[in-house]
């Protein structure tokens, strides 16, 4: 299954503010772990994550960082502002009014012909 | 012609035959090093993301060369997951605008909608396609850009030959030049047509007000000359209100469509501090030229000074309008290191010139008595700071961390807050000893529009250097202001002149 475009760019925020909740990391590891947890299925480019977290670091959702990794390469370390974590609690709210009506909408025993259609979207 | 695919780009490096991966770390270097040459060619990508980018990769390539595979390999598939180099290019052009707006020179002339982040090309073919372009396309339509400032020049003369009325045109100065830097964006940047037209209704209205209320000619004439200034001071409020809010509809043809957008609206900020340092370099430049050509042919026995008074000075003011509308959409990359300099270096001549004036306000404590022209000063002291606070901003990286600089503008805003609220609280006094006049009135609702800006941009800016809010609040905060400054105008002009008797 593949995940829509704009599904994807939209759930990109909240899902690396909440990475970010955990702790502070880096680009790398931030795409490693969005791919472990998504079982690989959320996937973008992964250049495209670097844009996005400057524009987190802009609107002052984040801040950033340079620092030396163990390999002695410099490594730029995101974390998460106080007004991040006030961010997330806001879209995790949004995300799970929508969660909780799509499953209202959808029933448990939707079958397998909507669950094709919008696996298609 | 646009890079694509970045699977080709190893291929480049000899150093990368098969067979000879046991040089790992020279071979990786030398893969790496062309790579960043590949992506240097795309503006919207500076250094910094390149290390982040590489730091990316550099991890990448570990991951997969322990998994088994060769660096070539390895950096093959890495560069691969970064993904297209134009994607990429696209993607950190929409989101550092002053990057895209930097390369709309060289993305060139090829598209109209110059606002959209899909003109981001790499400027190497910039010659070639200058070659195929239609005459008035070349060199950013500079040929475009003369023949409307042209226009413009000749649009002064020629009001002000058909109403024989110099008067006449400095009132109507906006009314008359800022059609044609309208135009100018109306053909650089495509607009809709609805756009357009908001823009055409305030021009329209701005000058039907402008000419319909009796501010000139109302008075007859004393001492037997023609020259009819504009005497009332309402009719000078208007004039100054049409520049403010005609420029600022000038603006929304800049913007088009993105007009609620703030980082579109911070582009057009940007354009007018930039248009404005050129103008008054264009300015010294005719002004020394001038005075040099009419000494020379003085000192030949020809009196030019008739012919440069009534001829190259009006339509050389006027065409340079554009000709720096041009420059700045021309010459970007130079001023691009001229506005950080200009901001830093007057900032700190500002603040200190408010901090000696905050002094000398509370040592002698007279501004109540003073005349009304200290007051205007200081208001012209004020918004020259906020126009100088707004220029930072436009100019500043928004990604640098809060620096002295930072602070700096925090004096200067907690400073020019102080003088803000003398100036209001002597104005407030002259008002209760004299009553409202239109000048009043007016500097008034600035001094009230300056000090809800400076009170909220200082909160914003303590926010800042405390980490507590990111600079995209500062700019939204600056952009918001914009249709204020210009509601404020348009009272000025639509307004005021009734509601004060054209006084």
Known sequence: MRIGKDLVAAAATPVVLGILADGESYGYAILQRITALSGGELEWSDGMLYPLLHRLERQGHVHSEWRQADSGRPRKHYRLSEQGAAVLADQRRQWSVVGDVLSKVWPDDGGPRLRLAFGEA | MPIDEPRNLPGDVPAGAPGAPRDAPADLDALVASWRGWMQRHDAVNAADLDELESHLLDTVDHFVSAGLTVDEAFLVAVKRLGGVDDLSREYAREHSERLWKQLVLSGDDDGPAGSAGSALPGGDAEAAGRRLPWYRRANGLPVALLLGAGAGLAVKAV????????????????????????????????????????????????????????????????????????????????????????????????????????????????????????????????????????????????????????????????????????????????????????????????????????????????????????????????????????????????????????????????????????????????????????????????????????????????????????????????????????????????????????
């Open chain 2, 160 to 503: 002000e030959l058909a109403t024989g009325d110099p008067s006449t045109v400095a009132l109507n100065i906006a009314v008359i030049v800022l059609p044609f830097l309208a135009l100018w964006f109306a053909w650089r940047r495509r607009p809709s047509i609805a756009v357009l037209a908001i823009v055409g209704v305030v021009f329209a209205g701005v000058g039907l007000a402008l000419n319909l209320y009796p501010f000139i000619g109302s008075e007859a004439d004393e001492a037997g000359t023609t020259v009819a200034a504009i005497s009332s001071a309402t009719g000078i409020l208007a004039m100054l209100g049409s520049i403010v809010a005609l420029w600022l509809a000038t603006g929304l043809a800049y913007v088009g469509d993105d007009w609620r957008d703030e980082r579109a609206r911070m582009d057009f900020v940007r354009f007018s501090g930039e248009w404005f340092v050129y103008y008054v370099l264009i300015a010294l430049g005719g002004g020394a030229l001038s005075m040099l050509t009419v000494a020379v042919f003085a000192s030949i026995g020809v009196d030019v000074m008739p012919f440069v008074g009534e001829w190259v000075l009006p339509l050389g003011a006027a065409g340079a309008v554009l000709v720096a509308a041009w420059l700045v959409g021309a010459k970007q990359r130079v001023i691009e290191n001229i506005a950080p300099v200009l901001t830093k270096v007057f900032t700190p001549l500002f603040t200190i010139m408010m901090l000696a004036l905050v002094v000398a306000a509370l040592v002698q404590w007279n501004l109540v008595d003073a005349s009304r022209d200290l007051l205007i000063a200081f208001d012209a002291v004020l918004v020259v700071v906020v126009g100088l606070l707004v220029y930072s901003i436009s100019a500043r990286d928004p990604l640098l961390p809060p620096g002295w600089f930072d602070r700096l503008q925090a004096l200067m805003l907690a400073t020019a807050l102080v003088l803000d609220a003398i100036v209001l609280v002597a104005m407030l006094a002259r008002t209760g000893e004299f009553g409202f006049s239109a000048n009043k009135t007016a500097s008034l609702g600035l001094n009230l529009i300056l000090l809800v800006n400076l009170v909220w941009a200082l909160r914003l800016q303590l926010g800042f250097l405390r980490r507590h809010t990111g600079f995209a609040a500062l700019e939204r905060w600056q952009t918001t202001l914009l249709p204020v400054y210009f509601a404020w105008a348009a009272i000025l002009v639509v307004v005021f002149p009734p509601v004060f008797g054209f006084a």
